[in-house]
């Protein structure tokens, strides 16, 4: 038998938590992926927190799995559906419902992203993740040096009257 790591519906509970998979028969435990998409299609973007905290605390009450784990469990269900859906037939009659089930897996994965502490994601988007912010932090750098020599510009020209041209040369052969 499968272990499922969200938490299930009780079998003929007419009042069950919203959140909780399955039908009133209960939950297939090889299809609890697809029920717990099924759900997250239904909820708004400000209610992904408590969603997820729903089936993450059941998983860690029950001692099924760590935090670390189940984040990267959840990661790779959203990961694999958007796969699943991007392949799909662009002229079928079903591509308005997968383009709407993409963009709501995409909010996911941002929510997702936004509570990642473990850098847990598949490392090449960690890897350009962190080359981004050091280009950025590089940029800063730079422009706060530019800054700072742009104080030193000159605001005006020198002005070379007719006559004085070789006085400047004196002037700048002195300097040397």
């Known amino acids: 038998m499968n272990i499922s790591y969200f938490k299930p519906r009780k079998p ?20 609890d992926d697809n029920h717990f ?4 299609y239904r909820i708004n973007e400000e209610r992904f927190f408590e969603y997820y905290n729903h089936h993450l605390n059941y998983a860690l009450e029950n001692n099924l799995i760590s935090e670390e784990d189940f984040f990267c469990h959840v990661w790779q269900i959203v990961q694999t559906r958007i796969k699943h859906l991007e392949i799909q037939d662009p002229f079928s009659r079903n591509h308005a419902i997968h383009r709407q089930s993409i963009e709501k897996l995409q909010q996911f994965q941002k929510y997702l992203h936004s509570i990642d502490q473990w850098n847990a994601r598949p490392s090449h988007i960690v890897i350009a993740e962190k080359d981004e912010l050091i280009q950025n932090q590089k940029i800063e750098k730079l422009n706060a040096e530019l800054a700072e020599l742009n104080q030193y510009e000159v605001s005006l020209k ?6 004085h041209l070789p006085t400047l040369i004196d002037v700048i052969q002195q300097l040397r």
């Open 37 to 40: 998409l099924l759900n997250l």
């Open 12 to 31: 003929f509970s007419f009042s069950a938590h919203p959140y909780d998979l399955g039908t009133f028969m209960g939950l297939w435990h090889s299809h």
């Open 158 to 163: 020198i002005l070379i009257d007719d006559g």
